[in-house]
């Protein structure tokens, strides 16, 4: 089976690549289908910013295939950067700016609590989108530790853990992530359809 995978993101592609490498399911890259448009995410939700990707990419380009939003939710910001994790420092700055201000607003904290969380929307044909929904609980620590992962990687260490996302290899975060979490779902959907 092809799927087009809705992302801009590298690291996402490849995560989501190693997650499904030995179940048949083959994985197209936008790249791969000449899509090289900046979709709006408009939307307030995960939910509906991974539908507005993933209807885009069968609209216009007419293939099967799923997106994944994903937030960064800390319980002392009141849950924020959640949706707006991409943005957080402000449009056109790296994830390096976005860490800088997470441990920079979350200075002096002591409940340091978050989750990840990671919504999939899947089209295939002409039916009705399918949700997925992975999860992960942890919490942000004071310093950025780890080379490997991407974006917030470096400061979310996850419960039961030492190590932050970002000092695990591909294979250990993809085991208990929310990516993870949420691709089993859309693997096991796929696998019976
Ligand atoms: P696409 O929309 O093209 O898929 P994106 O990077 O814009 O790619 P999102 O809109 O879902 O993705 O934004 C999520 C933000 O959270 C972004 O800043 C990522 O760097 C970060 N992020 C997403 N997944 C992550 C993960 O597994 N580990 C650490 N940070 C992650």
Same mark, same amino acid.
């Given at each position: 089976?092809?799927?087009?995978?809705?992302?801009?993101?590298?690291?996402?592609?490849?995560?989501?690549?190693?997650?499904?490498?030995?179940?048949? &399911?083959?994985v197209?890259?936008?790249?791969? &289908?000449?899509? @090289?448009?900046d %979709?709006?995410?408009?939307?307030?939700? *995960?939910?509906? @910013?991974?539908?507005? +990707?993933?209807?885009?990419? +069968?609209q216009?380009?007419? #293939?099967?295939?799923?997106?994944?939003?994903?937030?960064?939710? =800390?319980?002392?910001l009141?849950?924020?950067?959640?949706?707006y994790?991409?943005? #957080?420092?402000?449009?056109?700055?790296?994830?390096?700016?976005?860490?800088a201000?997470?441990?920079? @607003?979350?200075?002096g904290? @002591?409940?340091?609590?978050?989750?990840?969380?990671?919504?999939?929307?899947? %089209? &295939?044909?002409?039916?009705?989108?399918?949700?997925?929904?992975?999860?992960?609980?942890?919490? &942000?620590?004071?310093e950025?530790?780890?080379?490997?992962?991407?974006? #917030?990687?470096?400061?979310f260490?996850?419960?039961?853990? +030492?190590?932050?996302?970002?000092?695990? +290899?591909?294979?250990?975060?993809?085991?208990?992530?929310?990516?993870?979490?949420? =691709?089993?779902?859309?693997?096991? #959907? *796929?696998?019976?359809?």
């Open positions: 089976k092809q799927i087009v995978f809705a992302t801009n993101n590298a690291h996402k592609l490849r995560e989501v690549r190693e997650i499904l490498d030995d179940t048949g &399911i083959e197209l890259s936008l790249d791969e &289908i000449s899509c @090289n448009d %979709i709006p995410e408009t939307a307030d939700t *995960l939910e509906g @910013n991974a539908l507005i +990707k993933a209807k885009w990419v +069968k216009h380009y007419g #293939y099967d295939c799923f997106a994944d939003d994903t937030g960064l939710e =800390v319980e002392a009141g849950g924020a950067p959640g949706v994790s991409a943005r #957080y420092a402000g449009p056109g700055h790296d994830s390096v700016a976005n860490v201000l997470l441990l920079a @607003n979350m200075d904290m @002591n409940d340091r609590k978050a989750c990840f969380r990671t919504v999939i929307a899947l %089209i &295939i044909g002409d039916e009705e989108p399918m949700l997925f929904n992975g999860i992960v609980e942890g919490c &942000i620590t004071h950025c530790h780890g080379e490997s992962g991407f974006g #917030y990687d470096p400061v260490r996850p419960d039961g853990e +030492k190590r932050t996302f970002a000092q695990m +290899k591909e294979e250990e975060k993809n085991a208990i992530s929310h990516r993870g979490r949420a =691709v089993k779902k859309l693997a096991a #959907y *796929l696998a019976q359809v």
